[in-house]
């Protein structure tokens, strides 16, 4: 995979790596992560944002069904929250304000569910990235 992050495209040759041309693409998804030769991650957001409303509705239904709070938190934390927070040491910090308010309604309306206030997607992602520093510090 190759992705051009030159601003003014240049008609070139065919790009070759080891003599084969390969493929110049718009976007890639890699490890469920969508990377666009742009980097502005709002095609990634988009799908984050598209799988965590479907997943949230599943939040809906199991409180629908009475199930207990903590039963519903546990839900939230394994099955909604795992796939908004998925990576986002790597994005989170990268997306427009609109994007991170997007992915906060989500979170927002999980918390309602729930019954009390979640942290924001920023003050997740801000503690991840820190863990994640502090891990590699630690690392000798």
């Not at 988009?46 to 009475?66: C, I, P, Q, T």
């Not at 929250?81 to 997306?95: M, N």
């Amino acid at each position: 995979m190759v992705i051009d992050f030159r601003r003014k495209k240049m008609p070139s040759q065919p790009l070759r790596i080891r003599g084969e041309v390969v493929e110049e693409v718009e976007d890639y998804k890699h490890l469920g992560v969508v990377i666009d030769n742009r980097l502005d991650w709002k095609s990634n957001t988009e799908a984050v944002y598209k799988k965590g409303m479907s997943r949230l509705y599943f939040l809906r239904k199991l409180r629908s069904f009475n199930v207990g709070s903590r039963m519903l938190e546990i839900f939230y934390q394994s099955v909604v929250a795992s796939a908004i927070f998925f990576a986002a040491v790597c994005w989170g910090s990268s997306i427009r304000a609109s994007d991170t308010n997007r992915l906060d309604k989500i979170i927002k309306k999980a918390g309602s569910v729930l019954g009390f206030r979640l942290e924001s997607f920023e003050t997740v992602v801000e503690r991840r990235m820190l863990n994640r520093l502090l891990s590699i510090m630690d690392n000798d």
